[in-house]
């Protein structure tokens, strides 16, 4: 008995059983069913994930084709339903002629005709084709005829030539019979189509009339042809790398975004939404050539969602979302401070309401008035007004005063010249406006730097030690009466750059008109100081002088000169002084400034940056002490210091936003904040938030970049001055501000009130000439003698004027140069007709109208401009323009319009001529001032 | 045949006539609540020899017992039967009537008596506004105003000038210098009846017409 093998490690432990079977029965036809059921559900799975999975476009597409197939249906049901409304009569009636016209082809007089034209081509065919052997035949006897001539001589060849001859005498006898046959085949074609012809007109208009629905049809057609593929842009350079080389960009986003360039989508749900406004931005920023990405950031050659949106870590362009999106105009856009964009269309009104945007336009008139244009301007429809607002705000709050941003270089200091203030405030009043600004100007731009007590009192102390003295002019102040003076605070246009809130309060209708005026306004903060308390601040006699002459206390100041009297500036002192009685504070005054106390000061200053808006004696080469903000948007977050702010959410966003409300919010014990609080609005915050995600440091292909053309160029100039003088605080300009209005309310309800406060400069440009412009903005005079609010001399230089002066041409589209029309002349008949016209019994023109020293009856605020200024003002084609309607020209304008219906006695009662006469009439009325010396100097 | 004819024939003819039979008129009178004040003088400071010395401001009159004139009563809902044209005109420098009352697309006819130049300028945001001038040359200005509004008229020339042209798709009247007023023909049923004056605002009352007159009476007081 021999003992059992100790049991073998067997191979096949893991299937029982299986060792046991003889090798050559084993079986292994389970394994190869199991690996090949493994192998079709692996390839299965793998085409499933490669189509479907792994494609989700694919999904996005055809649902995109499906909704695109429903829509196109719903339209051809809609064409259908009116076709069967609206057409189906027309074309039943179409199709009974039809039939008729088709029975005709029936007929026996048909079949004859056809017969007969069937004839007649056969003949022309035989005759023609007889006419051709005719033809060989000759060119066959004429070589004949030639080799006989060379070979035998001229007697040798007259056989040849008999032949020659005689073919060329029949083919001349077949032309006649050719020329009958073919008009015999002609009239047979015109017999036939007197019978087809209907027949096929008929049927062309039964088409025409289902062409919409044939193109529907064939629309639908497409769609269901559609192959599911991605859809891409190409750009061959879109940036540049570091080494300024080319960087390619391909862009799939339409591949689901498939509705962008077609209408009709505009309510769909995303991915599948028409681009908002694209007429006007796809038109300006074709895809072909942009792409998406360029402006809406992302990974445009991903595929997946979250990918392409590049929402995805370590992309470091993700989408720009929601308003956000406004950050990417300014890689491109950086020099103009605002975007817009000019439209012109034939509808105006439904291109607006397209684009959701409430554009007023210029109501057509009733009975007697040219209908408005068929083709209109909605010029400067503004875009990215977020992106806007930022940069009002940064350059208004003076941001750039600390901080170097790109784009932001050359501006003026934003707060006022502190070099001589001791001649101007009470160290009282600078020790509790540096201790809390909100407290003195709530709506002012001065932010808070969280002084303490003894920071206050040094800062006070080095501005009074180091301010130079300054006497204002030796005139007395005093004797003024306040009643006068609010008068004229409130008619001369003070009121478009200060306010007076706390007088107002006493005053609802007053307090009214403010809060409309702010209504009016882009940014919430004052232009300049309310004045409730200016008495608390400054000292009278001081103030009398700057009134009088702001530019002889600073030089750079933007109030103009009202050109007050001594009369009106000691009214204006005294009303303003009687606002408030200046507190007694008992702070600085009591100590006297030490030399160390001076020394702690000028220390902050420096530390804090004062200079960085005010001027201040001993800082005039300080740098900016605030990084640069240039590349921004494009810091890591561990670049971004948190503080022990641990509640806030490690983003560059919550960073951002929460610096801005709250500077101080980082600071720890170690490590200081120096940024003062502006005490921003959430509004504010979110445009400066944008405008710092456009600080980038980008490359952009200079192809892409907007090159300004000369005119815009002068916009984005002249803008800089509007903005620098606050035009806008009285005129309405490029259809915003005109924020003093509020306070010139027109009686009557309706249009916008014109005739009272300030005038609108619509194409101003366009209206007058430019060296009278100059001129104007140089040393206005008035115009409008009924106005009590005054255009003040800004004192600008030649340089500036001229700049506003090419500002106002380049808004109308002119030509950007000074110089005046030429004068007319008028031929003698024409001016007597025109002074008919003028007269009394006529268009009375002076009846409302001032003509130099002649002036109207009645009181003032019922006259009208100077005719006699009109030379030397006004162009002659706008002239002309503004007679044909004023209310084209003006909206709401007094000027009523003449014509249509000019008398019929005078110049053959034709319009045209009319208008013609009146305006040389008016280029030569004699009278008025010459223009002045300083618009024929110009630049 | 002929019997069923002449039946249908006769009860048209009934219903129509009895149509009339039930529409009412509905008449009444406006009141200033408390005391008339003294009414207002217009300087009249330019064409004198034309318009005057002076005018009498027509934005609130009042008569004996506080009677409201130029004040405009419609009866809301109603069909309007107005044909035919309307004419402003004016005379004197003062719009003839102070307040004009037409129906939308009716035509109006604006004169000018006077000879001398005035123009026509409204405000209005419903309709297309104007403003065209009216020489002595031009004896007629036709206008048409396509929606219901009420519309401020004035002549820029002459700055006191001022009137009204109420376009009401409504049946409307404007009281007379007793402040009485009667608009007729107003089908049977229930209404709004609303009455506006330029200075003293507007005021809402129900009423149901029947056959025959149904009385309403407004007071407005000064605001």
């Not at chain 1, 249906?73 to 069967?84: D, I, M, S, W």
């Not at chain 1, 809406?296 to 929402?311: F, I, N, Y």
């Not at chain 1, 491109?332 to 007023?360: F, I, W, Y």
């Not at chain 1, 206390?553 to 002084?577: C, G, H, I, K």
């Amino acid at each position: 008995m021999q003992a059992p093998d100790p049991p073998r490690r067997s191979r096949w432990r893991w299937l029982p059983g299986w060792a046991t079977i003889p090798i050559e029965r084993r079986s292994y036809r389970r394994v190869f069913f199991f690996c090949s059921g493994l192998l079709t559900v692996a390839t299965l799975w793998t085409v499933i994930d490669e189509s479907l999975v792994r494609r989700p476009w694919k999904n996005f597409q055809a649902e995109f084709n499906r909704l695109e197939r429903a829509k196109a249906r719903a339209e051809l049901q809609e064409a259908q339903k009116k076709f069967a409304e609206e057409r189906r009569a027309e074309v039943q009636q179409l199709a009974a002629s039809l039939r008729q016209a088709e029975q005709a082809l029936q007929g026996a007089p048909y079949t004859a005709a056809v017969a007969a034209l069937d004839r007649a081509s056969l003949e022309l065919e035989d005759i023609t084709q007889e006419r051709q052997f005719a033809k060989s035949e000759l060119d066959e006897a004429y070589y004949f005829y030639e080799k006989a001539l060379k070979e035998r001589g001229q007697a040798g060849a007259r056989a040849e030539k008999a032949r020659v001859d005689r073919l060329e005498k029949f083919i001349a006898a077949l032309d006649p019979k050719i020329e009958a046959a073919t008009r015999r085949r002609d009239q047979g074609k015109e017999a036939v189509e007197r019978f087809t012809k209907p027949v096929n007109e008929l049927r062309d208009k039964i088409e025409q009339a289902r062409s919409e629905i044939h193109r529907l049809e064939a629309y639908l057609g497409a769609i269901d042809k559609r192959q599911l593929e991605i859809r891409q842009v190409v750009l061959r350079e879109a940036d540049r790398n570091k080494f300024e080389e080319p960087v390619m960009r391909v862009d799939r986003c339409e591949t689901c975004h498939l509705a962008i360039e077609k209408p009709g989508f505009e309510q769909a749900k995303q991915p599948f939404r028409t681009h908002p406004m694209r007429e006007a931005l796809l038109g300006l920023h074709p895809t072909n050539q942009f792409g998406c990405t360029t402006c809406h950031q992302g990974q445009g050659h991903a595929l997946g969602v979250k990918e392409a949106h590049g929402e995805v870590e370590f992309w470091e362009t993700p989408l720009l979302r929601g308003r956000f999106v406004e950050a990417g105009c300014r890689k491109c856009h950086a020099q103009e401070h605002q975007l817009n964009v000019v439209l012109t269309t034939t509808d105006g009104l439904s291109l607006a309401q397209r684009m959701d945007k409430p554009v007023k336009m210029p109501t057509p008139a009733g009975d007697g008035q040219a209908a408005a244009p068929k083709e209109m301007k909605i010029s400067l429809l503004p875009l990215a007004t977020r992106l806007t607002m930022g940069r009002e705000l940064f350059e208004r709050l003076g941001c750039h005063g600390c901080h170097a941003a790109k784009g932001f270089e050359d501006l003026e200091k934003v707060g006022p010249d502190l070099t001589r203030i001791k001649a101007k405030v009470s160290p009282e009043w600078i020790v509790r406006w540096l201790k809390d600004p909100k407290a003195y100007l709530p709506h002012g731009r001065m932010p808070n730097f969280g002084f303490s007590d003894g920071e206050v009192r040094a800062v006070a102390a080095y501005l009074l030690a180091s301010s130079q003295p300054w006497r204002p002019p030796e005139t007395s102040h005093g004797g003024g009466s306040a009643e006068r003076g609010k008068q004229l605070f409130d008619s001369l246009g003070c009121r478009a750059c200060h306010s007076l809130r706390e007088v107002d309060r006493k005053e609802p209708e007053r307090a009214q008109q403010q809060a409309e005026r702010e209504q009016r306004q882009v940014i919430r903060r004052d232009f300049a100081p309310d004045l409730s308390r200016v008495a608390t601040k400054v000292d009278p006699h001081w103030l009398y002088a700057w009134i009088r002459n702001p530019k002889g206390y600073n030089l750079r100041t933007a109030m103009p000169n009202l050109r007050l009297s001594e009369q009106e500036a000691r009214d204006l002192v005294a009303f303003l002084m009687s606002l408030a009685s200046p507190a007694a504070v008992p702070a600085l005054a009591a100590e006297p400034a030490s030399p160390d106390l001076v020394k702690q000061g000028e220390a902050i200053i420096g530390k804090r940056g004062c200079f960085g808006c005010h001027a201040i004696k001993g800082f005039e080469k300080a740098q900016r002490i605030a990084p640069e903000l240039s590349n921004f948007a494009n810091k890591r977050l561990r670049e971004l210091f948190f503080g022990h702010a641990f509640q806030i959410k490690e983003t560059w966003l919550d960073w951002t936003v929460n610096k801005l409300r709250n500077p101080q919010i980082y600071a720890t014990e170690q490590v200081a904040q120096i940024m003062p609080n502006f005490r921003l609005s959430d509004e504010e915050i979110g445009a400066l938030v944008l405008l710092l995600k456009s600080f980038k440091d980008e490359k952009v292909a200079p192809r892409l970049v907007k090159a300004l053309s000369e005119g815009e160029q002068a916009i984005v100039e002249g803008r800089r001055l509007v903005r620098r003088y606050n035009c806008t605080g009285c005129h309405i300009l490029e259809g915003g501000g005109g924020e003093v209005l509020a306070f010139y309310p027109e009686k009557a309800f309706g249009p916008p009130p014109l005739h009272l406060g300030p005038p609108p400069l619509l194409s101003e440009g366009e209206k007058v000439q430019a060296d009278w412009l100059f001129s104007f903005l140089k040393g206005p005079s008035p115009i409008r003698p009924w106005l009590t609010v005054r255009m003040p001399t800004f004192q600008l230089t030649d340089e500036e004027t001229s700049r506003l002066v090419q500002y106002f041409l380049a808004l109308s589209d002119m030509p950007l140069k000074l110089e005046s029309p030429e004068s007319m002349t008028m031929a003698a008949e024409t001016k007597r007709a025109a002074e008919v016209l003028v007269s009394k019994d006529y268009f009375n023109c002076f009846t409302c109208h001032v003509q130099g020293q002649k002036k109207p009856e009645g009181p003032p605020e019922g006259w009208a401009p100077d005719l006699v200024l009109a030379k030397t003002r006004l162009r002659p084609e706008w002239i002309a323009r503004w007679l044909q309607n004023p209310q084209l020209v003006q909206p709401g304008t007094k000027m009523p319009s003449f014509f249509p219906g000019g008398p019929s006695d005078i110049l053959g009662g034709n319009d045209q001529r009319q208008i013609t006469a009146l305006t040389e009439y008016l280029m030569t009325l004699p009278g008025g001032a010459q223009p002045t010396a300083v618009a024929r100097r110009r630049r | 045949m002929k019997s069923l004819a002449t039946f249908v024939f006769t009860l048209a003819v009934a219903v129509w006539m009895a149509a009339p039979a039930q529409a009412g008129t509905v008449s009444g009178s406006v009141k200033l609540q408390g005391s008339a004040p003294a009414a207002k003088k217009l300087t009249v400071n330019k064409d004198q020899q034309v318009c005057g010395k002076e005018k009498t401001s027509e934005e609130l009159v009042v008569g004996a017992g506080g009677s409201l004139r130029w004040a405009v009563v419609t009866v809301e809902g109603a069909k309007a039967t107005a044909s035919g044209k309307a004419v402003l005109d004016q005379k004197g420098c003062v719009f003839m009537p102070h307040i004009l009352v037409a129906g939308p697309k009716q035509q109006i006819d604006i004169m000018n008596s006077d000879g001398i130049l005035h123009n026509i300028h409204t405000y209005s945001t419903k309709n297309a506004a104007m403003n065209v001038a009216q020489p002595k040359f031009k004896k007629v200005i036709n206008a048409k105003f396509d929606h219901p509004e009420v519309i401020k008229v004035n002549c820029d020339v002459h700055g006191w000038m001022q009137g009204w042209i109420v376009v009401s798709d409504a049946p409307a009247a404007v009281t007379g210098a007793d402040g009485s007023f009667s608009i007729a023909n107003v089908a049977a049923g229930k209404y709004k009846v609303k009455v506006w004056h330029e200075s003293l605002g507007e005021q809402t009352k129900e009423v149901t017409v029947g056959a025959g007159e149904a009385k309403v009476t407004f007071e407005l007081a000064k605001k």
